[in-house]
Nanobody, 122 residues
Framework: VQLQASGGGLVQAGGSLRLSCAAS????????MGWFRQAPGKEREFVAC???????SYADSVKDRFTISRDNAKNTVYLQMNSLKSEDTAVYYC?????????????????WGQGTQVTVSS
């Protein structure tokens, strides 16, 4: 499966963005999906994940602000980000795996999108 992330941009603190991860080659419903982010000088960190069956998990830092969802008709996974903070500034990556594993770990994923920059100004 090939993944294409988009939707990043510059937003003021308190604003919202919706990231998209369009899949091609295979149906996204066949995979467990995740979002990660990497800020300058920091390691890539888990943001949110969605098992193919629909269960979701979020990092504590984004819980109640971010929502991961899937649109099978568009073969796309989304990350709705609300109440954005300056510390959310990072490059965001979507990822996919067919393996049932710990989706909070980046090593669990086999396919990655190219990343999209999110910048939150305070």
């Amino acid at each position: 499966v090939q993944l294409q992330a988009s939707g990043g941009g510059l937003v003021q603190a308190g604003g919202s963005l919706r990231l998209s991860c369009a899949a091609s080659g295979r149906t996204v419903s066949s995979y467990h999906m995740g979002w990660f982010r990497q800020a300058p000088g920091k390691e890539r960190e888990f943001v949110a994940c969605r098992w193919s069956g629909g269960s979701t998990s979020y990092a504590d830092s984004v819980k109640d602000r971010f929502t991961i969802s899937r649109d099978n008709a568009k073969n796309t996974v989304y990350l709705q980000m609300n109440s954005l903070k300056s510390e959310d500034t990072a490059v965001y990556y979507c990822a996919a795996t067919a393996r049932y594993s710990d989706l909070r770990r980046s090593v669990s994923y086999d396919y990655w999108g190219q990343g999209t920059q999110v910048t939150v100004s305070s």
